[in-house]
Nanobody
Framework: QVQLVESGGGLVQAGDSLRLSCAAS????????MGWFRQAPGKQRELVAA????????YYADSVKGRFTISRDNAKNTVYLQMNSLKPEDTAVYYC??????????????????WGQGTQVTVSS
């Protein structure tokens, strides 16, 4: 059973940066496609960024392109989300997700088998 634990969320001001981390255990990390989703109050969960098993390919939602960077360290079983130039609309609970079956990135949350507990990111204006 894969366990995912996020960390790094917090309260920041607009324009600030945060780095989220997601540590995985209980599986073979390098076989998982990893994604970061977020969910704001009253909104659907959306894929923010995803990364391939090797880290060579990435996906970003249009709303975060140029500001967020996803990366992974397979030796440390950890995936990161560097968030720069944060905006109030980035406020949400951010979730780490993983799946070994996917052939390519999916924006559909149901396609990911494993989830972390979430970490709150709040950006004040």
């Amino acid at each position: 059973q894969v366990q995912l634990v996020e960390s790094g969320g917090g309260l920041v001001q607009a324009g600030d940066s945060l780095r989220l981390s997601c540590a995985a255990s209980g599986g073979t990390f390098s076989t998982y496609i990893m994604g970061w989703f977020r969910q704001a109050p009253g909104k659907q969960r959306e894929l923010v960024a995803a990364i391939s098993r090797s880290g060579a390919m990435t996906y970003y939602a249009d709303s975060v392109k140029g500001r967020f960077t996803i990366s992974r360290d397979n030796a440390k079983n950890t995936v990161y989300l560097q968030m720069n130039s944060l905006k109030p609309e980035d406020t949400a609970v951010y979730y780490c997700a993983a799946d070994f079956r996917l052939r390519q990135f999916s924006t559909i949350s149901d396609r990911y088998a494993y989830w972390g507990q979430g970490t709150q990111v709040t950006v004040s204006s």
